[in-house]
């Protein structure tokens, strides 16, 4: 079956520190795979998804993602945090029924130090 | 840029009591979903749906769930009659025809039983 780990809860960096979140996937073939974020009382954004091509993916708020296939992961990087990147984080992976429905990590909270 | 629009945000409702969740999807997607999340636990997928009929379900939704497509706007969730556990904030869900293409997520409905 498909999971998706997250093995960071909690997470605090120091604003413009650099960053990166953890993800590992089980899925059977390529999977689809996205990362939302949540700030709070809010509803999921995309950030960014892989599917096939670049290993490396570009998303919105300076982001980026690298799949990597040998280690099962999805890691999600940025250079230089902002206070306003706190949020919760969700890496997912979609299923290849019709449906495509989208099977979610536990989040990492990210806080961030002034 | 079009929206996936719930209402409302929040509900509180009565042990016992029917609820019903709305959602306006994305104008020309064709495929809807409805997720939960528990406080402080992962977001959970609970049915897809597509050409006015469920395509998949988990097994969270039980007889007390259903949807509906009452118009060709709205999609609505009801719960017939409401548990405590069933607290929680919904989300939905919804993505255009097309292979790989992006779920997008309303803010949610925070729903409270009392």
């Known amino acids: 079956a498909q999971s998706v780990t997250q093995p960071d809860i909690h997470i605090t960096v120091s604003e413009g520190a650099s960053l990166e979140l953890r993800c590992n996937y089980s899925?059977?073939?390529?999977?689809?795979l996205f990362w939302y974020v949540q700030s709070p009382g809010q509803g999921l954004q995309l950030l960014l998804k892989y599917f096939s091509g670049d290993t490396l993916v570009q998303g919105i708020k300076g982001f980026e993602a690298e799949f990597k296939r040998s280690q099962s992961s999805f890691n999600l990087r940025k250079p230089s945090v902002h206070w306003s990147d706190a949020a919760e984080y969700f890496c997912?992976?979609?299923?290849?029924?019709?449906?495509?429905?989208?099977?979610f990590g536990s989040g990492t909270r990210l806080s961030i130090r002034p | 840029e079009p929206e996936v629009t719930q209402t409302p945000s929040h509900q509180v409702t009565q042990m016992g009591q029917e609820v019903i969740l709305r959602c306006v999807p994305i104008?020309?997607?064709?495929?809807f979903y409805w997720y939960r999340q528990i406080l402080g636990q992962k977001v959970e997928f609970l049915v897809s749906?597509?050409?006015?009929?469920?395509?998949?379900k988990s097994e969270i939704f039980d007889d007390q769930f259903s949807v509906e497509r009452p118009d060709g706007s709205n999609f609505t969730l009801k719960i017939r009659s409401t548990k405590l556990e069933d607290s929680a904030m919904y989300f939905c869900?919804?993505?255009?025809?097309?292979?790989?293409?992006?779920?997008?997520f309303g803010d949610g409905t925070r729903l409270s039983i009392l």
């Open positions: 899925y059977g073939a390529t999977p689809y």
């Open positions: 749906f597509y050409n006015n009929e469920i395509s998949e």
């Open positions: 997912a992976v979609a299923t290849y029924s019709s449906a495509s429905k989208i099977i």
């Open positions: 869900a919804s993505r255009p025809d097309g292979d790989h293409q992006p779920q997008h």
């Open positions: 104008s020309n997607h064709l495929y």
